[in-house]
């Protein structure tokens, strides 16, 4: 019986919705889901698996103008997703009307491999809406198939899914079958800490903050947790941890239960905030926290 496995990355706008499809696909959450752009930091790998297929999904960053170092290190990731792709989703949704970076654009329309343009949120859509929106990616992207698509109420998900295997080439898996991911337990820690920021606190704190877990002790009954939250400033530290530490306790409670449910172990979670100034323009802390592969 014959075998297809293949890369399959999946780029677009901020808060198009990829995260929200590649855990449709996976069903896990493994992508930080919230209605606050620029979620997404690092290329998070999802591995579906079946008898007769691997399929590696690549959730990356939202294309953006990069401001500073870690912007610009999160571009990095998307400008890979075009290297070893074997088959490429360019993710939009209704409304949109380009893509936010012309050098990325010209990538996917001269894309030497299958590109899926998949126009999400048509759940918000009107039928007159939808038809001027395929209209208009038609013109833009010729080389794309065109699916509507709603990645929250999973409509047309399976479609594309058959279609992506369908596209794959024959190839033994690239990774032990009962794999999910290619992260380990510890970048989960940090970004279900950091989805419960993005959620809890407004404005700069949640682009300003990097989670780092120290300590990871998995015994037979319970995992044993110890995170740091690294700001920029002072002023930082004291929003993270709120009057009488409220703030922070909220964010630790909340953070510990979807970890029990990720690994399906009781979780004892202890978090501190420190100082890490200017750390999202430092190369070398960049490196650190696995932005910078330079």
Same mark, same amino acid.
């Given at each position: 019986m014959s075998h297809k496995a293949g890369f399959v990355n999946i780029?677009? *706008? @901020?808060?198009?919705? =990829?995260?929200?499809?590649?855990?449709?696909?996976?069903? %896990?959450?493994?992508?930080?889901?919230?209605? =606050?752009?620029?979620?997404?930091?690092?290329?998070?790998l999802g591995i579906v698996n079946g008898d007769d297929f691997q399929v590696v999904l690549s959730d990356t960053p939202g294309i953006i103008k990069p401001a500073y170092e870690l912007q610009n290190a999160m571009m990095d990731f998307v400008k890979t997703a075009f %290297?070893?792709?074997?088959?490429?989703?360019?993710?939009?949704?209704?409304?949109?009307? %380009?893509?936010?970076? %012309?050098?990325?654009?010209? =990538?996917?329309?001269?894309? =030497?491999? @299958?590109?899926?343009?998949?126009? *999400?949120?048509i759940d918000t859509s009107n039928q007159e809406q939808l038809e001027a929106q395929v209209a208009l990616w038609q013109e833009k992207v010729p080389n794309a198939e065109i699916f509507p698509i709603s990645a929250l109420k999973n409509f047309n998900v399976k479609e594309v899914f058959d279609r992506i295997l369908a596209l794959l080439p024959d190839s033994p898996p690239y990774y032990p079958k009962d794999a999910l991911t290619d992260k380990p337990e510890r970048f989960f820690v940090n970004e279900i800490i950091r989805e419960k920021i993005l959620l809890n606190y407004d404005k700069e704190i949640p682009y300003a903050v990097e989670v780092e877990t120290e300590e990871f002790k998995e015994e037979e009954h319970i995992i044993r947790i110890k995170a740091l939250i690294m700001v920029e400033r002072e002023t930082q530290k004291g929003i993270i941890i709120g009057h009488k530490g409220g703030a922070l306790k909220k964010v630790g409670t909340m953070a510990r239960e979807d970890m029990e449910k990720f690994f399906g172990k009781q979780v004892y979670l202890e978090i501190f905030v420190k100082i890490n100034k200017d750390w999202r323009s430092n190369a070398r802390q960049l490196r650190r926290f696995g932005y910078n592969q330079k």
């Open positions: 780029i677009g *706008n @901020p808060n198009v919705g =990829k995260s929200t499809l590649m855990n449709a696909f996976i069903g %896990e959450r493994l992508s930080i889901i919230t209605s =606050k752009a620029q979620t997404t930091r690092h290329r998070i %290297e070893d792709a074997d088959v490429l989703l360019y993710m939009v949704e209704i409304g949109d009307k %380009e893509l936010k970076d %012309e050098a990325f654009f010209n =990538k996917i329309i001269h894309a =030497k491999i @299958p590109v899926l343009l998949l126009l *999400n949120k």
